[in-house]
């Protein structure tokens, strides 16, 4: 089995639903964002069209934050989810240089979303025992959620249903059959990093 993910960029209308439902599921600290949203221009005055472009942890079969990791934080799992172990990290963040596509984030030191009061809402001390300061951290597809048979939770909160969630190495599953007959494709194929997140054209 091979996780993956299929998201419908004709689907997905920039709603950052994604991005909030990411933060409440995993409690990251300020200025950690495992799941983004980019907004892009394409075309000329007056045909412009607008393109939002969800954006996380590729979760790359061939992955280079795995290869220059040097305590072993960072693993590939045999379902292919790439994780990292926060107990082994060391904060050197050679992954972060070596990932192609800016998903991981470094959680320097504790921070607060409401600092007048003083130390850390109950929402921010689970977030702080899960990424703890010094670590680097980063999307893995829910893995609590995974394991429990349900679907990530940017999957099941997507207001338009644009994501969709399944295995890769099973030819008759959703993710297989939209990847095949609509034309499903990786960011930067070229890199060889094999990412097990695909896009649906526009």
Known sequence: MRYGMVIDLKRCIGCYGCHL????????PPG????????REYGRYPNVRRLSVPLLCMQCQE??????CPTGATQKRA???????ASKCVGCRYCMMACPYNARYYHAKERYYFPETGGPTPFEAIGYQ?????????????LPRVGAGLEPACVANCMTKARYFGDLDDPYSEVSRLIRDKGGYQLQPELGTDPSVYYLPP
């Open 79 to 85: 379902d292919g989810i790439v994780t990292v172990d």
């Open 32 to 39: 950690v964002f495992w799941a983004r949203v980019l907004k």
């Open 130 to 142: 899960k990424h703890p300061p010094g670590t680097v951290s980063k999307c893995n597809f829910c």
């Open 63 to 68: 992955p280079e934050c795995e290869k220059v």
């Open 21 to 28: 439902v990411c933060k409440a599921e995993n409690a990251t």
